[in-house]
C-alpha cells in the first residue's frame, strides 16, 4: 500500500462524511438555496485564487523542470477550467460570475487558507502536496458518486458541476497522488507523518467549507476582503 491510499483509508469516514453533507446532497437532488449556491462561489473563488499562489510557491521549491511544468498547467487548470462549475451554480442562483469576485473570506475558508499557507512557508514540497491533495481528491470522489448515484440527465441543475468534478478532475488528483507518493517514498518517518497530518487536516477543513457554504457562515462581526 503506498503513501496516499494509506491516508486515503484513514480518511474514509470523513470522505464519506464530506459526501453525506446537506450541501452536497443538495447538490444530488438540485434542490439548493439561491443564498447557498452565491456564498459558496464567493469563498471558492477566493479560496482558488489562493491555491493557485500556492502552487506558486510549490513551484518555488521544485528542482526539476518537469515539475514546474506541472504546477503551471495546475494553475491554468483553475484559470481557465474551473470557472465552468462556478458558472453552473452561478446560472441556477441567478447571478453573473463577475458579481460574486471580491468578497471577504468567512471563518471556515480564512482557516483553511491559512492552513496550506501556512504549510506552504514553513514545510517541504511533499508536506504541501499532502495538504493541497485533499481538495481535488474529495470532489473527484463527489463527482464520481453522484454520476453513479443520480445518474444525472443535463436537465438535473447541477449536471455541468457534476460531471466536472466526476471527470475532468480526475486528472489534477492523479498528478498530485503521484508526486505524493514519490516524495513520501523518500520522506523519514516524522516528514511523512507531518504530511499525513496536514492531509487529515485539510480533509477536515473541506468538510467545514461545506458546511460553511450550507450554513452561509460569516464573522460575528463583517470584516473587508483580505488580501493574500
Same mark, same amino acid.
Given at each position: 500500500?503506498?503513501?496516499?491510499?494509506?491516508?486515503?483509508? #484513514?480518511?474514509?469516514?470523513? =470522505?464519506?462524511?464530506?459526501?453525506? *453533507?446537506?450541501?452536497?446532497?443538495?447538490?444530488?437532488?438540485?434542490?439548493? #438555496?439561491?443564498?447557498?449556491?452565491? *456564498?459558496?462561489?464567493?469563498?471558492?473563488?477566493?479560496?482558488?485564487? $489562493?491555491?493557485?499562489?500556492?502552487?506558486?510557491?510549490?513551484?518555488?521549491?521544485?528542482?526539476?523542470?518537469?515539475?514546474?511544468?506541472?504546477?503551471?498547467?495546475?494553475?491554468?487548470?483553475?484559470?481557465?477550467?474551473?470557472?465552468?462549475?462556478?458558472?453552473?451554480?452561478?446560472?441556477?442562483?441567478?447571478?453573473?460570475?463577475?458579481?460574486?469576485?471580491?468578497?471577504?473570506?468567512?471563518?471556515?475558508?480564512?482557516?483553511?487558507?491559512? *492552513?496550506?499557507?501556512?504549510?506552504? *512557508?514553513?514545510?517541504?514540497?511533499?508536506?504541501?502536496?499532502?495538504?493541497?491533495?485533499?481538495?481535488?481528491?474529495?470532489?473527484?470522489?463527489?463527482?464520481?458518486?453522484?454520476?453513479?448515484?443520480?445518474?444525472?440527465?443535463?436537465?438535473?441543475? =447541477?449536471? +455541468?458541476?457534476?460531471?466536472?468534478?466526476?471527470?475532468?478532475?480526475?486528472?489534477?488528483?492523479?498528478?498530485?497522488?503521484?508526486?505524493? +507518493?514519490?516524495?513520501?517514498?523518500?520522506?523519514? $518517518?516524522? #516528514?511523512?507523518?507531518?504530511?499525513?497530518?496536514?492531509?487529515?487536516?485539510?480533509?477536515?477543513?473541506?468538510?467545514? =467549507?461545506?458546511?460553511?457554504?450550507?450554513?452561509?457562515?460569516?464573522?460575528?462581526?463583517?470584516?473587508?476582503?483580505?488580501?493574500?
Amino acid at each position: 500500500m503506498n503513501f496516499t491510499e494509506e491516508v486515503r483509508r #484513514e480518511a474514509d469516514g470523513l =470522505f464519506d462524511a464530506i459526501y453525506e *453533507h446537506p450541501f452536497v446532497r443538495g447538490i444530488a437532488e438540485g434542490k439548493l #438555496e439561491r443564498e447557498q449556491l452565491i *456564498h459558496y462561489v464567493k469563498q471558492d473563488y477566493e479560496y482558488l485564487n $489562493a491555491y493557485m499562489r500556492i502552487y506558486g510557491i510549490a513551484i518555488s521549491k521544485c528542482t526539476r523542470r518537469e515539475d514546474i511544468e506541472m504546477f503551471n498547467e495546475q494553475i491554468g487548470f483553475i484559470l481557465h477550467s474551473e470557472v465552468h462549475p462556478h458558472q453552473n451554480f452561478c446560472t441556477a442562483a441567478g447571478v453573473t460570475y463577475e458579481q460574486m469576485q471580491g468578497y471577504p473570506l468567512a471563518p471556515s475558508a480564512h482557516h483553511y487558507i491559512k *492552513h496550506m499557507l501556512t504549510v506552504a *512557508h514553513e514545510g517541504s514540497l511533499g508536506e504541501m502536496l499532502a495538504a493541497l491533495l485533499p481538495c481535488p481528491w474529495t470532489y473527484l470522489e463527489i463527482g464520481q458518486r453522484l454520476i453513479e448515484e443520480v445518474r444525472p440527465e443535463p436537465s438535473h441543475p =447541477f449536471y +455541468d458541476w457534476i460531471q466536472f468534478y466526476g471527470g475532468l478532475a480526475g486528472d489534477t488528483t492523479v498528478k498530485l497522488r503521484k508526486q505524493v +507518493d514519490l516524495w513520501a517514498e523518500e520522506a523519514g $518517518a516524522a #516528514e511523512r507523518e507531518r504530511m499525513k497530518e496536514h492531509f487529515m487536516h485539510s480533509c477536515q477543513l473541506e468538510y467545514l =467549507f461545506w458546511d460553511m457554504a450550507y450554513k452561509q457562515e460569516e464573522w460575528p462581526v463583517p470584516m473587508r476582503a483580505a488580501v493574500f
